[in-house]
């Protein structure tokens, strides 16, 4: 699938869809993700760690 990059500050933002999100059974508004470059590959893998921004 490919996706385009958004303009985010000074950064750039990939947006991932919902069933990416399900399949990896990420919540955007409480989980992490951790990412990796291995050659010219960006891998996202869900990190263990938690948003720690969340008002409870």
Same mark, same amino acid.
């Given at each position: 699938?490919?996706?385009? %990059?958004?303009?985010?500050?000074?950064?750039?933002?990939?947006?991932?869809?919902k069933?990416? %999100?399900? %399949?990896?059974? %990420?919540?955007?508004?409480?989980?992490?993700?951790?990412?990796?470059?291995?050659?010219? @590959?960006l891998?996202?893998? @869900?990190?263990?760690?938690?948003?720690?921004?969340? @008002?409870?």
């Amino acid at each position: 699938m490919d996706r385009k %990059l958004m303009r985010n500050g000074n950064g750039w933002a990939i947006s991932i869809n919902k069933t990416i %999100l399900e %399949l990896l059974q %990420l919540n955007p508004e409480t989980d992490l993700i951790r990412y990796t470059v291995e050659g010219d @590959k960006l891998i996202i893998t @869900k990190s263990p760690n938690k948003r720690k921004d969340i @008002k409870e």
